[in-house]
């Protein structure tokens, strides 16, 4: 399928504008633990299967953790984001292959958008029009259809002439449902075992790559 209509490219950012073997975030999932630990005075190993109960029943842990606890977010996504950026490496094609894509380029991530500046700025990629973290969606995350439509208001997006990147190919679904081409950025192991490389993730992923700068370049 022709991207020639796409006006609109919206980006994930963990595992999607860097490669998962960065490992940033087996950083946050560290500090998740340790926050959830904390916070609801449980054992490390009953922390972070909470950690992946939410992540797997709410889109992520931070979600479930409101559902469920009626956590502090703010205090949550300072304390779990405060980690070794370092490990990002920039990366200029990228960053080229990106600018050189006709039309808007946003970011719409699960993070902060604090924390996403952060991590641009050590990839060296940017700049974007938008950046929308979960504050900007009103703390709700992706996969739930809201976190889409805010930020298909509040930019003026048409759907029918966008396209969406992610590692998760369950950030996809509502996107497909909506008229946007979709593409899955890696193996889509983002989670639990269900979610392996050689999984029929089904129609609503419609393209899929394992380089996202050579998919991109293909595209201009």
């Given at each position: 399928?022709?991207?020639?209509?796409?006006e609109?490219?919206?980006?994930?950012?963990d595992?999607?504008?860097?490669?998962p073997?960065?490992a940033?975030?087996?950083?946050?999932?560290?500090r998740m633990?340790?926050?959830v630990?904390r916070?609801l005075?449980?054992?490390?190993?009953?922390?972070?299967?909470l950690?992946?109960?939410?992540?797997r029943?709410?889109?992520?842990?931070l979600a479930?953790?409101?559902?469920?606890?009626?956590?502090?977010?703010h205090a949550?996504l300072?304390?779990?984001?405060?980690?070794d950026f370092?490990?990002?490496t920039?990366d200029?094609?990228?960053?080229a292959?990106?600018?050189a894509l006709p039309?808007r380029?946003?970011i719409?991530?699960?993070?902060?958008?604090a924390?996403?500046i952060?991590?641009?700025?050590?990839l060296?990629?940017?700049?974007?029009?938008a950046?929308?973290?979960?504050?900007e969606?009103?703390?709700?995350?992706?996969?739930d259809?809201r976190a889409?439509a805010a930020?298909?208001e509040a930019?003026?997006i048409?759907p029918a002439s966008?396209?969406?990147?992610?590692d998760?190919?369950?950030?996809?679904?509502?996107?497909a449902?909506?008229?946007?081409q979709t593409?899955?950025v890696g193996t889509?192991?983002h989670?639990?075992?269900?979610?392996a490389?050689?999984?029929d993730?089904g129609?609503?992923?419609?393209?899929?790559?394992?380089?996202l700068t050579?998919?991109?370049?293909?595209?201009?």
């Amino acid at each position: 399928m022709s991207f020639s209509h796409v006006e609109t490219w919206i980006f994930d950012l963990d595992n999607t504008l860097y490669p998962p073997e960065a490992a940033l975030f087996a950083q946050i999932e560290k500090r998740m633990t340790a926050h959830v630990t904390r916070v609801l005075g449980v054992e490390a190993a009953e922390a972070d299967r909470l950690r992946m109960h939410y992540w797997r029943d709410y889109g992520t842990t931070l979600a479930g953790l409101m559902a469920e606890h009626d956590i502090d977010p703010h205090a949550y996504l300072l304390d779990v984001h405060d980690i070794d950026f370092s490990v990002l490496t920039p990366d200029p094609a990228l960053s080229a292959a990106i600018a050189a894509l006709p039309g808007r380029k946003i970011i719409h991530t699960n993070a902060d958008k604090a924390y996403a500046i952060r991590v641009l700025d050590q990839l060296g990629i940017g700049p974007f029009e938008a950046i929308y973290g979960i504050e900007e969606v009103a703390f709700h995350p992706k996969p739930d259809a809201r976190a889409y439509a805010a930020v298909i208001e509040a930019h003026g997006i048409d759907p029918a002439s966008s396209a969406m990147f992610e590692d998760d190919p369950r950030n996809l679904e509502v996107p497909a449902s909506l008229g946007m081409q979709t593409v899955l950025v890696g193996t889509g192991r983002h989670g639990p075992d269900e979610l392996a490389a050689d999984h029929d993730h089904g129609a609503h992923v419609h393209h899929r790559t394992a380089d996202l700068t050579g998919f991109l370049r293909a595209l201009v």
